[in-house]
């Protein structure tokens, strides 16, 4: 029975704009990405049964189209033809979910990724990203991922020169922040501050660590409810203070990330954090070797 497994990786927003509210009820964003260095684990296997089965090792995730993983296996047969039928997806799960860290996404790209292969189809990167925007804003991002630049929904990409090694360290608190109410709340004609994308390009273009970490921004953090944003403040000072160059949250929260350019500071906010918080991570960035473009 033919099986494959892929590692689906982890986003982090360097910086998340919010430009403007769209007719379809979307907004047009601007947002670099990259990938980290912590993963969830695909398996899927193709067999002669019919149907589509999904299992995973978190037992309050949906198991049928509710699951971005198995929606990605329907929009994939329905873009070939191919794929969906007999098609058993199990997911190991490490990234934590509703985290702002695309886990669900990076998921489904996986799926996407490896059903390309399975079935022998073939489809060019910029066609599988195009079937990922179908399942949902961040797939098409984590079908190439890396670091890039993403605007539009989120389907419009191009990549980045990487971010130059780093350890990045990642906190998620245990509170949980619905994507669309974080959205409600933002009106685009009152962002006063936003983040200096052109800045983070060209300190990324310059290989300069330094550069990014002091520009990481993400609009969502100026309007969380006062009683999450303290604590979104309080991990970051522990990061700062424990030596991080920058730090943020990411996508809609609750997920916090510092970068460090030496390995001891990094293991001194991840055991600062540890102590408090379950899902403290020490990760590394990943280049777009995942699915080079
Ligand atoms: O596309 P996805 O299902 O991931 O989006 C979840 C929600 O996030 C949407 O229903 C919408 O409220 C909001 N969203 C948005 N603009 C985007 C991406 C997401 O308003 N570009």
Do not use: W
């Amino acid at each position: 029975m033919p099986m494959l497994e892929l590692n689906a990786y982890a986003k982090l927003n360097l910086t998340l704009d919010v430009l403007h509210k769209r007719e379809d009820g979307y907004h047009d964003l601007r947002m670099v990405m990259q990938s980290v260095d912590l993963t969830d684990t695909i398996t899927l296997e193709t067999g002669e049964a019919n149907g589509l089965t999904v299992c995973t090792n978190v037992n309050f995730l949906p198991n049928d189209e509710r699951n971005l993983a198995a929606a990605a296996a329907l929009r994939f047969r329905e873009a070939t033809g191919k794929g969906a039928d007999g098609l058993a997806i199990s997911i190991r799960k490490r990234i934590p979910v509703c985290a702002g860290m695309g886990g669900g996404s990076s998921d489904a790209a996986a799926v996407l990724r490896g059903l390309n292969t399975l079935t022998g189809v073939g489809l060019p990167p910029k066609r599988l990203a195009e079937v990922g925007g179908l399942v949902g804003s961040d797939v098409p991002y984590c079908v190439i991922g890396g670091t890039a630049l993403a605007e539009g929904r989120g389907e419009i990409l191009t990549p980045l020169p990487p971010l130059p090694d780093c350890r990045i360290v990642i906190c998620k608190p245990k509170f949980f922040i619905s994507t669309p109410e974080l959205f409600s709340r933002i009106n685009c004609a009152r962002i006063r501050c936003r983040p200096d994308t052109a800045g983070v390009i060209a300190a990324l273009e310059a290989g300069d660590l330094n550069g990014v970490a002091r520009r990481l921004y993400n609009v969502f953090e100026d309007v969380l409810p006062a009683r999450y944003a303290a604590e979104i403040a309080e991990i970051k000072d522990v990061l700062i203070h424990s030596g991080a160059l920058g730090a943020a949250m990411s996508g809609t929260g609750p997920t916090v990330f510092g970068l460090f350019e030496t390995e001891s500071c990094a293991e001194a906010a991840y055991a600062a954090l540890a102590g408090t918080y379950q899902d403290v991570f020490l990760t590394r960035p990943v280049s777009n070797e995942i699915m080079p473009v």
